[in-house]
């Protein structure tokens, strides 16, 4: 009882110590904070104080918690809210000046984003071989990088896909490039916002627009570097998993192995065959059979092609092949061939218009066309005359009207 007097008499005094220490060291911090001018104090008449933040603690605050927080660079919405600027031109409240500086601003965060995320890839690779073992690496790959880098290259390669805006961003900036008055309008307004002479402002101007092009005509190295990066993560992450699941001393075939050996031999725990399923339980390993084994692949021997011989060809076959392609020449549409069809059928007229041709020749379209076609070789004696009239059905065809007439 004496004991349990002292403890309760005891407490209020170390509670008080407590607070007073912990006073201490906030009055402490709070001295540092001021010496590091991290904030300012204003003493009030009635020697209150009042603790303010300058502009740039609050700069440096934010940056810290978004370090803590480790959330990517997201680009949902950047380069298609410069494309929307730049491309609306034509709408009625347009602002020229305001399109330029905002979309200087949402390019110059997508380029960094850019560069921030190809960097923490890189670091994802280092964490990835420093040593880990299965499941932090399974941690990393499916719940740290997937959550932390996923969106953000997935939004990349598809809705804020640079190759889905740029070409029109670029055309339409160097369209304004060229036109003096666009050029004098964005000037005179952006000196008007800023209070600037219109110098400055026409460098501005002209800075942004310069920016813009050359960080949009410079991504495809970087989005290629990333791709890279990112296959490499994928890559080396699989790799060490393999590594620490097979060891040094074997392959994945005997990993395998020796897992199907060990829960063929734990069939008779209760513990392990409760906790196993039921094709597990009723698919029990007896002995190793022809099947049971990976059969690696059999050398086969070397392709030899066989050599292809061309048969030598007596005098004879030779000449009778000679004498079927002659036949096969001689019997085709030739121009004296042709020659002497129109003459006969002209009969000393001196001419033969189309509708008199015979239903035969007039119905060949292959025939009718080499006539049309030989009419001007010089071994044939007509000529292809177009005349006035209804247009005549030849070949399948409705044709211009025309005669054949004796040249000489």
């Avoid at 290629?224 to 990066?229: F, G, K, L, N, Y």
């Avoid at 990993?255 to 008779?268: E, F, K, P, Q, V």
């Avoid at 042709?338 to 033969?352: E, F, K, T």
Wanted: charged content about 20%; aromatic content about 8%.
């Amino acid at each position: 009882m004496e004991a349990e007097g002292v403890t309760a008499t005891s407490t209020p005094a170390a509670r008080t110590k407590s607070a007073d220490e912990l006073q201490d060291y906030a009055s402490y911090i709070l001295r540092r904070l001021v010496e590091c001018a991290w904030v300012e104090r204003e003493q009030h008449t009635d020697y209150s104080e009042t603790i303010t933040f300058p502009d740039y603690a609050f700069t440096l605050l934010e940056a810290l918690r978004t370090i803590q927080e480790q959330k990517p660079r997201e680009f949902k919405g950047q380069l298609y809210t410069a494309h929307q600027l730049i491309t609306s031109a034509n709408k009625k409240d347009f602002s020229p000046a305001l399109a330029i500086t905002q979309a200087y601003e949402n390019v110059r965060q997508v380029a960094r984003g850019l560069s921030e995320l190809n960097q923490n890839i890189r670091r994802y690779i280092e964490r990835a071989t420093h040593g880990r073992d299965v499941p932090e690496l399974l941690r990393i790959q499916f719940d740290d990088y997937s959550q932390t880098l996923g969106p953000a290259y997935h939004a990349l390669k598809t809705s804020d896909h640079v190759s889905r805006y740029r070409r029109a961003i670029v055309d339409q900036l160097q369209r304004w490039q060229r036109n003096a008055v666009w050029l004098e309008e964005a000037t005179h307004e952006l000196a008007l916002q800023r209070r600037i002479t219109p110098s400055q402002a026409g460098d501005e101007i002209a800075h942004n627009i310069t920016f813009i092009i050359q960080q949009l005509e410079a991504l495809d190295p970087i989005i290629a570097e990333i791709d890279r990066r990112h296959a490499q993560y994928l890559k080396t992450s699989l790799r060490q998993v393999r590594y620490q699941l097979v060891g040094v001393n074997g392959n994945f075939k005997d990993r395998l192995i020796t897992l199907a050996r060990m829960l063929s031999d734990s069939t008779g725990n209760p513990e392990i065959e409760f906790n196993m399923g039921a094709a597990m339980k009723t698919q029990i390993v007896r002995q190793p059979h022809a099947n049971s084994f990976y059969t690696p692949p059999q050398k086969r021997s070397a392709f030899a092609p066989v050599i292809v011989e061309s048969p030598a060809l007596a005098l004879s076959e030779l000449a009778a092949l000679r004498n079927a392609t002659l036949l096969e020449v001689t019997q085709a549409l030739s121009p004296q061939k042709v020659n002497q069809l129109i003459l006969g059928l002209m009969n000393g007229a001196g001419q033969v218009h189309l509708r008199d041709l015979p239903a035969t020749l007039r119905d060949d379209l292959h025939t009718l066309t080499s006539v049309v076609a030989f009419s001007h070789h010089p071994e044939v004696q007509y000529g292809i005359e177009v005349v006035e009239g209804v247009p005549v059905l030849a070949g399948g065809f409705v044709v211009q009207p025309f005669q054949l007439r004796l040249t000489s």
